[in-house]
DNA sequence: TATTATACATAGATAACCGAGGTATAAGGA
DNA sequence: TCCTTATACCTCGGTTATCTATGTATAATA
């Protein structure tokens, strides 16, 4: 991770939401896309995202199941839920408001503005 | 606090500084400033704004000093170093670098690109 | 054969923020 | 007069998030 800890915070559920939202991934497909997606900016360990894929799925964000892959090996996918769905809408607004939020006081441009 | 703990990670000090570059503030001030600046979205508690101005001290980005106001009460000031300026401007890269990430993660337009 | 990539998982350390509490003064209303 | 609110500083303990390190296992590649 090349951010600070404390960046990330709250918006991981957002991203990992968003991806599951367009397709049922794997954790470390999810891993190697948000690398992809972010530019490299996102490198997320294992040790961080895997919690957080079990923490999703105890407040029942999304669902996950055992499916074989072509190769034999058996991955562990997850799917969005309903309520999941629900959650990323919030998370979006949250995040949009709180990123005009903070460049409101830094003096940056009112990006966000529009959707809160 | 409105946002989850988790969001506001890692901009505080960013925030904080973009205060002080524009002038000498004291702690409960910055707290007042954040919020009105902010849109009333974020309300800084003691117990989170102190602790982060002492640690700000111990870094080196800003200097405490204690000034009596008009009511013969006396207030820590605080001031922005040279040390804190760059800080300021290494913190306020990472912060549109950040914002850019997510967005092209979850979807949202390439806000902060030109900057980065 | 050794290393890298894939693929899952947990335990302990570290750090950030918050809630709650403490101290003290001053102003304003009941 | 008393009580509440606002100002103004501070610390302690709890919760939560992320990272490091570690473990397991297989397959491909050097």
């Known amino acids: 991770m090349e951010f600070d800890r404390g960046l990330l915070g709250g918006s991981t559920i957002l991203m990992v939401l968003s991806l599951l939202h367009e397709k049922d991934m794997y954790g470390y497909e999810i891993i190697k896309e948000l690398d992809s997606k ?47 769905v629900k959650q990323l809408e919030a998370e979006r607004k949250k995040w949009k408001s709180f990123a005009c939020s903070v460049n409101m006081v830094i003096g940056g441009m009112a990006y966000g503005s529009e959707g809160v």
């Open 38 to 84: 972010s530019g490299n900016m996102f490198q997320f360990k294992e040790g961080t995202l895997y919690p957080v894929l079990h923490r999703m799925e105890n407040l029942s964000y999304v669902k996950g199941y055992r499916k074989e892959a072509e190769n034999g090996k058996e991955r562990k996918y997850y799917s969005i839920t309903a309520e999941g």
